[in-house]
């Protein structure tokens, strides 16, 4: 049977070509349906007080980096979007002392625009890379903080970002948002087109993606001019440079932090559904985390939302 049309960007595959079983099975998840979708290899989480929801993603900053030392050197990669967390990971660093220098701690910042053929500068406004080092790193004090050689962020030229994910240094959580595609960093569906005409790309075909230049799905464009371009799409780059699932493979731990604010009340459910029954579909590529062995998913409570029907 021939897969459906998207609703949303007939040109590429997103969750709208799924079967209506599964979206309409996850529209009816309550609360704690959603917790119960937890099983070996999943967890669902959920926290009560935005304090808390931040408070506990910064910690797994401070808990892998507790963990590096010279000989065994560990570290995070985290994401842009959520951002609230890493005022509150420079702080803890600094009211601990923790020494991230000597214990040779690392970054791996998730993914960068890509603007006229190389990474956006560190100066542009939309930069990852600046709001990384803006609200957390330039904040820790200089005698703590992360030697620069031990800070990884993608560029055009990928190689030395891949190269870093295979020298000896151990990630101990890649941290995550999820996108209104159902994406986890830029791992955006594809267009439908070419050999992915009539079906998207396979599991393993996806799987064996790495640090890469990717388009933007619409989705994605409306979504971050949304959150972070005062929704000017216009502004938003097509473009960007993402961590692959081959990097993200790598990590021990995929810990996805989702409050509310960029996905909405359906797109948490449909995942938390896929996660948990192992449903994987590359339309939805968040779905692909069903295959790794250790994947949390954390909610704050009240953003749950509700897939009822209200007029506005």
């Known amino acids: 049977m021939a897969r459906k049309i998207s609703m949303l960007a007939p040109e590429w595959?997103?969750?709208?070509?799924?079967?209506?079983e599964i979206l309409n099975d996850a529209a009816r998840l309550g609360p704690e349906d959603m917790l119960g979708m937890?099983?070996?290899?999943?967890?669902?989480?959920?926290?009560?007080?935005?304090?808390?929801?931040?408070?506990?993603?910064?910690l797994e900053y401070i808990a892998a980096w507790q963990r590096s030392t010279p000989d065994n050197p560990v570290g995070i990669c985290g994401p842009i979007g959520p951002t609230e967390q890493l005022p509150l990971v420079a702080r803890l660093t600094n009211e601990l002392g923790l020494d991230l220098k000597s214990k040779e701690a690392h970054f791996w910042g998730m993914d960068e625009w890509f603007i006229n053929g190389k990474e956006a500068p560190a100066n542009h406004p939309l930069s990852f890379r600046k709001a990384d080092m803006e609200l957390c790193f330039n904040k820790i004090d200089k005698k703590l903080r992360i030697p620069e050689k031990n800070m990884h962020f993608p560029a055009a030229d990928t190689s030395k970002y891949i190269k870093s994910w295979d020298n000896g240094v151990k990630c101990a959580v890649m941290q995550g948002g999820q996108g209104e595609t159902k994406h986890w960093a830029f791992n955006d569906p594809v267009r439908r087109e070419g050999k992915y005409k009539d079906a998207p790309p396979t599991p393993k075909e996806f799987l064996q993606l790495t640090t890469r230049k990717v388009d933007l799905h619409p989705i994605t464009l409306m979504q971050n001019a949304r959150t972070s371009g005062g929704g000017v799409v216009t502004g938003v780059p097509t473009q960007a440079l993402t961590v692959g699932p081959n990097e993200t493979w790598k990590a021990e731990k995929v810990s996805i932090w989702q409050a509310g604010c960029?996905?909405?009340?359906?797109?948490?459910?449909?995942?938390?559904?896929?996660?948990?029954?192992?449903?994987?579909?590359?339309?939805?590529?968040?779905?692909?985390?069903?295959?790794?062995?250790?994947?949390?998913?954390?909610?704050?409570?009240?953003?749950?939302?509700?897939?009822?029907?209200?007029?506005?």
């Not at 999943?42 to 009560?48: G, I, R």
């Not at 896929?274 to 968040?286: A, H, R």
């Open 13 to 20: 595959w997103d969750y709208t070509t799924l079967e209506d």
């Open 38 to 58: 937890s099983r070996k290899g999943f967890k669902v989480v959920f926290y009560d007080t935005l304090e808390d929801f931040y408070l506990a993603e910064a």
């Open 262 to 312: 960029h996905d909405n009340a359906f797109g948490m459910r449909l995942t938390t559904l896929m996660l948990g029954k192992k449903i994987v579909d590359t339309s939805v590529p968040m779905s692909l985390l069903a295959l790794h062995s250790n994947v949390q998913f954390n909610f704050y409570r009240p953003g749950l939302g509700s897939c009822a029907v209200e007029m506005h």
